[in-house]
């Protein structure tokens, strides 16, 4: 696929799967290629391959003699990191957020808690470069860029656990946290309590003390619910 080809697929995704998540194309709605080739003024070739990835992601299924149906929302792939944002970027964003977050308290704690036993020396070291990045970003309004090590925080932690199915999660926390961010979903400035929980977080795993680890994580999980009873009630 051309520069071209790639760049009018990507505008295509992102539109039809905005469209689908919001509801505008409701479960069981058949859409027919050439119409939607014609709506989005791309070629046929360039509106399968769309349909493929959405196909991927368990939102559409292709039939042929039928078309591309919209499949029900409980078969979609809500881990996929795409759809979450997609999902966060329309009318459902509280419910959504409330969802993933629900989602982080009950795995990062026990990520924690396993990253305080099985973290390497240089783990703990990114894991306390973060939190400071967390600390020195905290103020002033730089949301974008405590974002970035709020991220790499996260994910140090899944990683550290040394499960892989946590560390597969990294990709769905980032796209929450980032969600938050984008969808002003945050106060101005980061709560310092939870900044402060953070570097703790680092200490206790750079100090092995796993219990510690996993107490202090579910506190930032339970703080993250309380803030969007605030802010997406």
């Known amino acids: 696929m051309t520069t071209q080809g790639r760049g009018l697929h990507a505008h295509v995704l992102e539109n039809l799967g905005l469209a689908i998540t919001a509801g505008e194309f409701p479960s069981g709605s058949v859409l027919r290629t050439d119409e939607l080739a014609q709506r989005y003024e791309v070629s046929r070739s360039v509106m399968r391959e769309a349909v493929r990835v959405l196909e991927s992601m368990h939102l559409v299924e292709s039939r042929r003699r039928v078309g591309v149906t919209v499949r029900p929302a409980q078969e979609w792939n809500v881990y996929d990191p795409q759809v979450i944002r997609w999902r966060l970027a ?64 996260h994910r140090v932690v899944l990683n550290a656990s040394g499960n892989e199915m946590f560390a597969r999660l990294g990709d769905v926390v980032a796209e929450v946290l980032a969600g938050r961010t984008h969808h002003q ?30 107490e202090l994580t579910r506190e930032i999980a339970m703080g993250a619910l309380d803030e969007l009873d605030i802010l997406a009630p």
């Not at 106060?187 to 680890?213: C, G, I, K, Q, T």
């Open 90 to 153: 329309g009318a459902d964003r509280p419910r959504q957020l409330r969802s993933l977050t629900v989602l982080r308290s009950a795995v990062e704690p026990v990520a924690a808690g396993l990253a305080a036993r099985n973290a390497t020396a240089e783990q703990c070291a990114a894991l306390t470069e973060c939190a400071l990045g967390m600390v020195a970003t905290s103020r002033g309004q730089q949301l974008e860029a405590y974002l970035v090590h709020d991220i790499e925080f």
């Open 185 to 214: 979903v945050m106060f101005e400035d980061p709560d310092p309590a939870a900044v402060s929980l953070h570097v703790s977080v680092a200490e206790a795993v750079r100090e092995r003390d796993a219990a510690r680890a996993e």
